[in-house]
T-cell receptor, first 113, second 113 residues
Framework: NAGVTQTPKFRVLKTGQSMTLLCAQDMNHEYMYWYRQDPGMGLRLIHYSVGEGTTAKGEVPDGYNVSRLKKQNFLLGLESAAPSQTSVYFC????????????FGPGTRLTVL | AQKITQTQPGMFVQEKEAVTLDCTYDTSDQSYGLFWYKQPSSGEMIFLIYQGSYDEQNATEGRYSLNFQKARKSANLVISASQLGDSAMYFCAMNPESNRLAFGKGNQVVVIP
């Protein structure tokens, strides 16, 4: 039981390049989330999904797209990376209940030059 | 929109002593959940404790307890008998009816031997 995993762990991009971050969970969770964490800040929600085939915008969605084609996977895409997207990205998942805890992946450190 | 406030500067605590981390929140929702997460220097987000807004008793999990004062909209974390491994950032988060966690900016704790 791996929990929530993220690929890759580190990445350096040049401005304008694209990439996809992969999040996978093996806990049969319905909800999945993508956050970013910047220095001195808490986590800010980018996009989330309440089930396979559904996605919704969070607090800071601009410049990102997501897809949830399979229940266990949640992909975060950057079509044209900008230096402002340099951050640590966390994926999380949870069951569908209000009191259910979000469990986090280890994070991906992304640098955009 | 929900707002979580953690305003304490970095805190130093002597090993084996207790420390209280303040968290206040603002919401108009009647039903919500409050969470605390720990983020050590290695970067992962570790769930510590949960309190539901309708729970009558304060939550406890081992050395962690949550001092929940609903009327004052505060959910302070108490760590008893501090250990060196407790040195970390601690984040308060709220899960309103929308199932989207809102995070505070965190409290830094350093445990001194």
């Amino acid at each position: 039981n791996a929990g929530v995993t993220q690929t890759p762990k580190f990445r350096v991009l040049k401005t304008g390049q694209s990439m996809t971050l992969l999040c996978a969970q093996d806990m049969n969770h319905e909800y999945m989330y993508w956050y970013r964490q910047d220095p001195g800040m808490g986590l800010r929600l980018i996009h989330y999904s309440v089930g396979e085939g559904t996605t919704a915008k969070g607090e800071v969605p601009d410049g990102y797209n997501v897809s949830r084609l399979k229940k266990q996977n949640f992909l975060l895409g950057l079509e044209s990376a900008a230096p402002s997207q340099t951050s640590v990205y966390f994926c999380a998942s949870k069951l569908a209940g209000d009191s259910d805890t979000q469990y986090f992946g280890p994070g991906t450190r992304l640098t955009v030059l | 929109a929900q707002k979580i406030t953690q305003t304490q500067p970095g805190m130093f605590v002597q090993e084996k002593e207790a420390v209280t981390l303040d968290c206040t929140y603002d919401t108009s929702d009647q039903s919500y959940g409050l969470f605390w997460y720990k983020q050590p220097s290695s970067g992962e987000m570790i769930f510590l404790i949960y309190q539901g807004s309708y729970d009558e008793q304060n939550a406890t999990e081992g050395r962690y307890s949550l001092n929940f004062q609903k009327a004052r909209k505060s959910a302070n974390l108490v760590i008893s008998a501090s250990q060196l491994g407790d040195s970390a950032m601690y984040f308060c988060a709220m899960n309103p009816e929308s199932n989207r966690l809102a995070f505070g900016k965190g409290n830094q704790v350093v445990v001194i031997p």
